[in-house]
């Protein structure tokens, strides 16, 4: 079946310093791969749209400048938390759309990101 | 807009008991689809079902069974005989044809032995 996966599966960093998570889709190719946070104990919010080729969309509220996409292939994005801060310390998890298939359906096993 | 309402934040039960999930939805669309997932504490998703809006017809698989109402918007889960391993945080959502994730709050699940 398809899968997507992410790496890192959990990271931590310092304050100040930039993080790199990517989202593989790993046997289907995804023209749309969607970023989303989750708070402890809070549900998934969107953050952005990538789309393959074009600038992310970000939902209201979400820095495009602080959390960089770059979505340069069909089969990978990657989010890119800039200058992180503790508050940006949240569970991060993508999604990819199959092309032959609307339907957003395949997550990655997301990312705990700690910030200290 | 589209929004995923999950009435019940906590629900505890004890094992073997059965214990139906709530879910609403709302949507302008007339072609969505509707999904469970279920989050266990190490916060991967898992996949359990997705019903498109054309078919309302209900579905078993084991244990676990989606009532589908369009009548109502309502897309509710019941977990029969329900096992300490079933405790998680399990989220309704919902999907507009080629669009992202719109996810209810959640329902945490604690099934005590």
């Known amino acids: 079946g398809a899968v997507v996966s992410q790496h890192p599966s959990w990271v931590i960093c310092k304050s100040g310093t930039s993080v790199k998570i990517e989202c593989r889709s790993l046997?289907?190719?995804?023209?749309?791969m969607f970023w989303y946070r989750q708070f402890p104990k809070q549900s998934l919010m969107l953050m952005a749209t990538s789309n393959e080729g074009s600038k992310a969309t970000y939902e209201q509220g979400v820095e495009k400048d602080k959390f960089l996409i770059n979505h340069a292939s069909l089969t990978l994005s990657t989010l890119t938390v800039t200058s992180a801060h503790p508050e940006d310390s949240s569970f991060y998890i993508c999604?990819?759309?199959?092309?032959?298939?609307?339907?957003?359906?395949?997550f990655g096993n997301g990312t705990r990101l700690t910030v200290t | 807009a589209q929004k995923v309402t999950q009435a019940q934040t906590e629900i505890s039960v004890v094992e073997k008991e059965d214990v139906t999930l709530d879910c609403v939805y709302e949507?302008?669309?007339?072609?969505?689809?509707l999904f469970w997932y279920k989050q266990p504490p190490s916060g991967e998703l898992v996949f359990l079902i997705r019903r498109n809006s054309f078919d309302e017809q209900n579905e078993i698989s084991g244990r676990y069974s989606w009532n589908f109402q369009k009548s109502t918007s309502s897309f509710n889960f019941t977990i029969t005989a329900s096992q300490v391993v079933d405790s998680a945080v399990y989220f309704c959502a919902l999907s507009a044809y080629g669009q992202n994730f719109v996810f209810g709050p959640g329902t945490r699940l604690s099934v005590l032995p």
């Open positions: 949507t302008r669309d007339t072609t969505y689809y």
């Open positions: 999604s990819a759309n199959r092309v032959s298939d609307n339907s957003p359906l395949h």
């Open positions: 046997d289907f190719q995804a023209t749309t």
